[in-house]
């Protein structure tokens, strides 16, 4: 991204509304554990994978967690229908496409079907998203198996994010939804300690807001170095943790777009692009400025 783009992203940090946390903060405890904080939160020790794959912990170099360390917790998030919202268009807030494979599983997810609306005033839930960063040699049934629990699914991963095949690169990501995953009740309990602690609710939004736009210059930073992986962590972390201006999200998701396209996740990228015109419906591709790949991604989507 050149500097021109990002200062110009920067400047677009004004007040707005967003959609409620899809996750919030542990910050871990002295013998503390991956799977005593899965068991915990989640009542499934084997639910460390979700907290690997939500803070890029294997793109970091090991599994490994220190007292004082801060994981972001995936957890479903919740929205109450407005009249006339469909499938689709809660589909592109929430999930960044407006494509059946997505729209689909959001009302699935809630007992319904795509080609019928949701009810006014209904409160459904949105299902946890983790961006996983696949390491070498890795296939798309080996990741559905690790976070689903089933090899067999592989297949609807690959439509999730508009991709093909069985074997995925080094480096490239996979979103995964987590459409069973659910907060024990102490689970729920540290969720709202932490929205408590974090200003994720309660009304303190804007303080929310605030550190998300503290964080931004250090994602175009990843960015601008070439740090890609981490653009990618970062910017997901900043998207789960709610409470960000449409602005903000707009700055995210055009920051994601750029990542997706440089470590080759088109179905990603074409996602992400969909988001940040979503929320920035005047978002314009300076073809003297963009790459060529980032504007195939979203022209594609």
Same mark, same amino acid.
């Given at each position: 991204m050149n500097r021109?783009?990002?200062?110009? @992203?920067?400047?677009?940090?004004? $007040?707005?509304? *967003? +959609?409620d946390a899809l996750a919030f903060t542990h910050i871990v405890k002295p013998g503390e554990t991956l799977a005593?904080?899965?068991?915990?939160?989640?009542g499934d020790s084997k639910a460390e994978a979700v907290l690997v794959g939500a803070?890029? @912990?294997?793109?970091?170099?090991? $599994?490994?967690? *220190? +007292?004082?360390?801060?994981?972001?917790?995936?957890a479903p998030g919740h929205h109450t229908?407005?009249?006339?919202?469909?499938?689709?268009?809660?589909?592109?807030?929430?999930?960044g496409s407006n494509e059946m494979p997505r729209a689909a599983l959001l009302a699935r997810a809630n007992k319904g079907v795509p080609w019928v609306a949701p009810v006014a005033g209904e409160e459904i839930e949105i299902p946890a998203i983790v961006s996983y960063i696949a390491g070498d040699g890795e296939t798309i049934n080996a990741i559905a198996q690790r976070f689903w629990g089933n090899a067999n699914r592989g297949w609807e991963l690959n439509s999730y994010n508009r991709r093909e095949g069985v074997f995925v690169r080094r480096g490239e990501v996979v979103l995964v939804p987590l459409m069973g995953l659910k907060l024990t009740e102490t689970g729920k309990a540290e969720a709202r300690t932490a929205a408590e602690r974090d200003g994720a609710?309660?009304?303190?939004?804007?303080?929310?807001?605030?550190?998300?736009?503290?964080e931004l210059p250090q994602l175009l930073a990843d960015l601008r170095y070439g740090r890609y992986a981490e653009a990618?962590?970062?910017?997901?972390?900043?998207?789960?943790?709610?409470?960000?201006t449409h602005p903000q999200l707009a700055v995210v998701h055009r920051s994601l777009l750029e990542a997706y396209v440089a470590v080759d996740?088109?179905?990603?990228?074409?996602?992400?692009?969909?988001?940040w015109k979503s929320n920035d419906p005047g978002a314009v591709?300076?073809?003297?400025r963009v790459s060529p790949k980032v504007r195939a991604a979203c022209d594609a989507h």
């Open positions: 021109s783009l990002a200062t110009c @992203l920067l400047a677009a940090l004004i $007040t707005s509304t *967003s +959609a005593q904080i899965a068991s915990r939160l989640y803070n890029a @912990l294997d793109v970091q170099g090991g $599994t490994i967690i *220190s +007292a004082g360390m801060r994981l972001e917790v995936p229908i407005m009249e006339g919202e469909t499938w689709a268009e809660l589909s592109l807030s929430w999930l609710g309660g009304g303190t939004a804007l303080e929310q807001q605030r550190k998300g736009e503290a990618i962590a970062r910017g997901n972390r900043l998207l789960g943790g709610g409470a960000l996740a088109l179905g990603a990228a074409g996602a992400a692009c969909a988001a591709l300076d073809p003297v």
